[in-house]
């Protein structure tokens, strides 16, 4: 896990997809706007590669509805790692002092991080690999996207849901479901049971539940069971 050090994060601005969809503009970038219209077009939309009904990612259409989806640039132009690191860590702080901060409602907030000027996939998975065991410590995901992430779906092992035409990192909150995405590592997994607690093994036992159709490994799945049988 990454050290925080002092660095100070910059003053950063998250525009409300709402806004980024009306066009470029003062806090909101060509590429901000771009990612709101895919977002709308793509994670909104069904996927005939999906493997399943719905949106390709569920959690937006209902974020766009509550007004809890906002976009960041985050830059990286000629920047050292140690401020480009403390940006995307504030967002932590951003996320959860955002409203709604309880209830169910609270799972639908998603800050989409628009990584101006990082053209260089390998770095996407850099700081996704870097930052992801704090934003996991905190209860949240973080998830990365970029034209030709190679990561599959959980339905479908030839559909590559992550790909965007902009590099992001997207902040959201760790639901028990996310046992799926966490179980190829033990300390991913003690970040989801810390943060589940007695409701763990319910998601566990919903993700075992639909194993005819989920495409985790054999090593995913014992890992799984030797948590509920614990």
């Given amino acids: 896990m990454m050290e925080r050090d002092n660095t100070s994060a910059t003053q950063l601005t998250l525009v409300p997809i709402a806004q980024a969809l009306q066009g470029p503009?003062?806090?909101?970038?060509?590429?901000?706007?771009?990612?709101?219209?895919?977002?709308?077009?793509?994670?909104?939309?069904?996927?005939p590669e999906l493997g399943r009904s719905g949106a390709v990612c569920p959690w937006t259409?209902?974020?766009?509805?509550?007004?809890?989806?906002?976009?960041?640039?985050?830059?990286?132009?000629?920047?050292?790692?140690?401020?480009?690191?403390?940006?995307?860590?504030?967002?932590?702080?951003?996320?959860?002092?955002?409203?709604?901060?309880?209830?169910?409602?609270?799972?639908f907030k998603t800050i989409v991080a628009v990584l101006h000027g990082l053209d260089d996939p390998a770095q996407v998975n850099h700081y996704h690999e870097l930052l992801k065991p704090q934003f996991l410590a905190a209860?949240?995901?973080?998830?990365?996207?970029?034209?030709h992430c190679p990561k599959p779906?959980?339905?479908?092992?030839t559909f590559n849901p992550l790909r965007s035409p902009v590099p992001l990192l997207v902040v959201r909150e760790m639901v028990e479901l996310d046992i799926a995405f966490l179980a190829d590592q033990p300390q991913f997994v003690e970040?989801?049971?810390?943060?589940?607690?007695?409701r763990a093994k319910v998601g566990i036992n919903s993700?075992?539940?639909?194993?005819?159709?989920?495409?985790?490994?054999?090593?995913?799945?014992?890992?799984?069971?030797?948590?509920?049988?614990?």
């Fill in 25 to 47: 503009g003062e806090h909101c970038s060509t590429q901000m706007t771009q990612i709101a219209q895919w977002s709308h077009a793509y994670l909104c939309n069904p996927h």
């Fill in 61 to 107: 259409p209902a974020a766009i509805k509550r007004e809890t989806f906002w976009l960041v640039d985050i830059a990286f132009a000629e920047r050292e790692q140690a401020a480009i690191c403390a940006d995307l860590l504030s967002l932590i702080s951003r996320f959860k002092g955002n409203a709604p901060q309880q209830g169910n409602a609270s799972q």
């Fill in 139 to 147: 209860g949240l995901m973080l998830g990365e996207f970029y034209s």
């Fill in 153 to 157: 779906g959980l339905r479908s092992d």
């Fill in 191 to 198: 970040a989801y049971l810390r943060t589940h607690g007695a």
């Fill in 207 to 230: 993700v075992l539940h639909q194993e005819d159709r989920l495409t985790l490994s054999d090593a995913q799945w014992q890992v799984l069971r030797r948590i509920v049988n614990s």
